[in-house]
């Protein structure tokens, strides 16, 4: 009986389902309510959260532990050295263009039904300020409003607009097809088994989450393309030892790489920041020199010369310093609504600084901190900052329950499976035409704006198309896990670092950290849009990958010179 007990236990699998229980349970609370009241409110509530939790757990438990059991026979011979590792450029040569094929089949019979494709209302924004209609701003990246601009320029050219969205997408499903692949044909030539590929690339190829992220012109899903090829650079960096940048292609490719991933998504400067300092901790001391110099020059390019030389030598306004604020004031607006009465007149003042006391309370919106973001005084002194986060940090600790409760409200998304995705189907741009009109220019008129949105339309012919498959996507992701955005935010991830623990495999431990960095960032985002999660969305192609291939350090061989033991291209 104890040796039955023993083999059902899995203690990594039971932290984890032990977290989905809680997430699950807590997440659903706050989507109801946007508090804990359905789990707190009680005695009676909280037991009954216990036991619902309790359930949940133990019947999410024993799928993982098969997960588990499963993976461990793929790992049985983890112990070996590696053999049959074939150069990069021979893998690409067999599996490249098949996977990528694959792909982006899948994805165009979605593209083409719904041409020209679908526009974010940011990017018609970025459109705007392009065309002049708008102040011109860094807060959505210029450099993409660049790129995207070259497209517009195409669609007039061509004497439509809808041509010069549907040419960018095609070229943005392509490359993004094409970075799915790079990593499965990366994690194949390491051992992934070609059964795991296949099937991932058809996961890829078909399931709605992936099929709708690419089709939407968005600066999430640009920055996407230069996402994957980074995760690949990244691990085999790292399993390498950096031995792999010492190459001359792959190095001039990882700086191409890196300095587009951060120009296109200015919070990929932190990401590179931290990835920079794992990779100098691993790699030998001959290279740590070499990758911390280059990795300065990368992060003074794209983050001092591109902003405060070049897009400023363009006129193009500064963006905020507001972006990453979502945390702070989001719980200093909560604990305004809920204890305003008991703050203190000289927290007023120091919160009145950089906020507006007045009117904070009504401006909060639990799941989205854009209102009271948009309050932040752009001209306080760093001294008034200062002593904002004080007064912040002190009511934090005084009202503990009332802050968690504005970052979970914010969100839980992102770990309970309680939501699904929900990208673009449709071009009704009509919604936004007066927040549009309110951000324009005084010479703006409404007409410019309509005009502008209108030039982009669906075809009447692809309607009854259109609306077929559309029903047919909303009807597989409803209550889908597979659609959930949590399982692509957090709970893939979970998984794999507690299943890398558990082997204790820290070159795949590290090979995860640029998706917990990410998540990071999701929780400071401003509210938990389906866009926002798209790196997560590829990225669970490389976790799934990574789990599925038993890969190790590269070996030294005993002068200390490295074991050739694979060819990186």
Request: overall charge neutral; aromatic content about 10%; proline content about 4%.
């Amino acid at each position: 009986m104890r040796t039955l007990l023993g083999r059902a236990w899995d203690p990594a699998a039971a932290v984890v389902v032990v977290l989905v229980a809680v997430f699950t349970v807590v997440g659903y609370s706050y989507r109801e309510s946007e508090s804990a009241e359905l789990i707190a409110s009680s005695a009676s509530a909280a037991a009954g959260a216990v036991i619902v939790g309790a359930g949940l757990a133990i019947l999410v438990y024993l799928p993982l532990l098969g997960v588990f059991r499963l993976l461990d026979r793929r790992w049985a011979d983890d112990g070996l050295e590696p053999t049959g590792i074939i150069p990069m450029r021979e893998a690409m040569r067999r599996w490249l263009l098949p996977s990528a094929g694959t792909i982006l089949v899948g994805w165009l019979a979605w593209l083409l039904v719904h041409f020209p494709g679908n526009v974010d209302s940011d990017t018609i924004t970025q459109k705007l300020q392009w065309l002049g209609l708008q102040n011109q701003t860094d807060h959505h990246p210029w450099f993409d409003t660049m790129v995207f601009g070259l497209f517009w320029n195409l669609g007039d050219a061509l004497g439509d607009d809808r041509w010069g969205l549907f040419i960018y997408l095609l070229l943005q499903e392509a490359a993004t097809a094409g970075g799915v692949a790079l990593v499965l044909v990366y994690l194949s030539r390491l051992g992934m088994p070609s059964v795991a590929r296949w099937a991932l690339t058809v996961a890829v190829a078909v399931l709605p989450a992936f099929v709708m992220a690419p089709s939407v012109m968005s600066k999430d899903a640009f920055a996407a393309v230069f996402w994957l090829p980074f995760l690949v650079l990244f691990a085999e960096s790292l399993r390498t030892r950096g031995a792999v940048l010492a190459r001359p292609r792959v190095a001039l490719a990882a700086i191409a790489v890196t300095t587009l991933l951060i120009l296109s998504k200015r919070t990929s400067l932190y990401l590179v920041l931290i990835c920079a300092v794992v990779l100098v901790v691993v790699v030998s001391r001959a290279l740590r020199v070499r990758i911390g110099l280059t990795v300065a020059g990368v992060l003074a390019l794209t983050g001092l010369a591109w902003p405060m030389l070049l897009v400023s030598a363009w006129g193009i306004t500064p963006g905020t310093s507001t972006d990453m604020m979502t945390v702070p004031v989001q719980q200093t607006a909560r604990i305004a609504a809920e204890h305003g009465d008991e703050i203190p007149e000289e927290e007023r003042a120091a919160i009145d600084a950089v906020l507006r006391w007045d009117g904070l309370a009504e401006a909060y919106v639990p799941t989205r901190s854009d209102s009271v973001k948009g309050r932040w005084n752009l001209e306080s002194t760093t001294g008034q900052k200062l002593e904002y986060f004080r007064v912040w940090a002190a009511q934090v600790i005084r009202y503990p329950a009332t802050a968690a409760s504005a970052t979970i409200a914010n969100t839980y998304e992102y770990f309970a499976p309680v939501t699904r995705l929900s990208m673009q189907n449709t071009l009704s741009l009509d919604q936004y035409i007066d927040f549009w009109t309110s951000r324009s220019l005084e010479t703006t008129s409404r007409a410019e704006v309509e005009a502008i949105a209108d030039a982009l339309y669906e075809p009447a012919a692809l309607d009854g198309a259109r609306s077929t498959m559309n029903d047919l996507t909303i009807a597989f992701n409803e209550g889908n896990l597979l659609s959930s955005k949590a399982l692509y935010a957090s709970l893939i991830p979970l998984a794999a670092l507690a299943y890398a623990i558990r082997r204790r495999s820290w070159l795949h431990v590290l090979m995860l950290v640029p998706l917990f960095v990410t998540l990071a960032f999701l929780v400071a985002s401003p509210i938990a849009l389906s866009r926002y999660i798209i790196p997560m969305i590829h990225g669970a192609v490389f976790v799934v990958g990574i789990t599925l291939t038993p890969m190790r350090w590269e070996r030294r061989s005993g002068s200390g010179s490295r074991a050739s033991v694979s060819e990186a291209a």
